[in-house]
């Protein structure tokens, strides 16, 4: 019996024991009748499907972003590795388990990471929109520093939010030179910086820091919505001219690109056309990046939902 068994490395007939996050569950009844736990399991490596057979709880979808105890097995079903979880139970602080061997977090130095998003703020060379940017972002210091982006998809782990609005800010640094005279800079970082702002209050967050669910306001109003209010808030309380308010609301509001894509309206500005763009680049290669990491050279992944397609890895 294999204790504390990494997901990375477990492999079909692995019997094990160990703590493992529920990242979902979902209750279900098999075609004889019989209720199961369909779940997924998580730690720092990865995640990994798995059953409870004959189960009816007490765990179930209420105790998603918890950490378990299992006793299962690993084995196979339609090419993917999958856990039949013999015997599972709620852990406590009396077991004693690492919070960090559970918990995926970015590979980025966070106070490096964090310093050099400040200093790119502090190069916004429009003062109104410095402003704002430094006010809004000043409320959700230790959030940006630590929660995930996203529930699942891209940078959903712990600093996922850092990390991808710093690849975005340095992207946005580097074409607002490069379409100098199209693009104001000041804008566009601004809107780069504060983006995603409103996701503290759209999720649901875990005592690890785990994205679980929506919030109330953020199934209602969505993150595009309650970041652009708290520009306006911001742009009210210092006097920010209203042209200027009013456009960075609009980046933060049309950054999803298309309505279908959830965005609240369509760019219409150069900025806010940039700005989707880029935060679909840094979305996709986040994806492309922790896909290609669960592949050998010359290898095909499954078909990804997020990218509608397989990907391959070459070996250059």
């Known amino acids: 019996m294999l204790q504390n068994l990494r ?26 009748g019989k209720p199961f736990l369909s779940a997924v399991l998580e730690d720092a490596t990865g995640e990994v ?14 105790n998603e972003g918890e950490v378990l105890k299992i006793r ?47 200093g790119l703020v502090d190069s916004i060379e429009d003062r109104d929109y410095r402003e704002v940017c430094k006010t809004v972002l000043a ?21 996922g939010l850092l990390m991808h609005t710093l690849n975005m800010a340095r992207q946005a640094d580097f074409l607002s030179k490069l379409y100098a005279g199209t693009v104001d800079r000041s804008l566009l970082l601004a809107g780069t910086c504060l983006h995603d702002i409103g996701k503290e209050r759209e999720f649901l967050f875990t005592n690890l820091g785990l ?12 993150h595009l919505v309650m970041g652009a209010q708290e520009v306006a808030d911001a742009a009210r309380e210092l006097g920010t001219p209203e042209e200027k308010a009013v456009l960075l609301q609009h980046l933060l ?23 989707s763009y880029i935060d679909l680049i840094d979305s996709r290669m986040e994806i492309y990046r922790e896909n290609l ?7 095909f992944s499954q078909r990804i939902f997020a990218l509608e397609k397989k990907i391959y890895k070459h070996g250059g």
């Open 7 to 32: 997901i990375s490395d477990m492999r079909v007939g692995d019997g094990f024991e160990g703590f493992y996050i529920l990242k979902s569950a979902l209750a279900k009844v098999s075609s004889n």
């Open 293 to 299: 990491a669960n592949l050998d050279p010359g290898q």
């Open 49 to 62: 499907d798995a059953k409870a057979w004959d189960y009816s709880g007490p765990i179930g979808p209420a």
């Open 253 to 275: 509001l049309s950054h999803h690109g298309e309505p279908e894509f959830g965005a609240a309206v369509r760019p219409m500005t150069a900025e806010a056309e940039l700005l």
């Open 211 to 222: 994205v679980t669910d929506y919030s109330v306001s953020g199934e209602l109003l969505g």
């Open 72 to 118: 299962g097995t690993v084995t196979e079903f339609k090419g993917a590795l999958q856990v039949n979880m013999d015997k599972l139970r709620l852990a406590g602080e009396q077991d004693g388990f690492d919070p960090a061997d559970l918990v995926p977090v970015a590979p980025i130095d966070v106070e490096a990471s964090y310093k050099e998003l400040m």
């Open 139 to 159: 409320r959700h210091g230790d959030a940006l520093r630590t929660i995930p982006a996203a529930k699942s998809v891209h940078h959903s782990f712990l600093n």
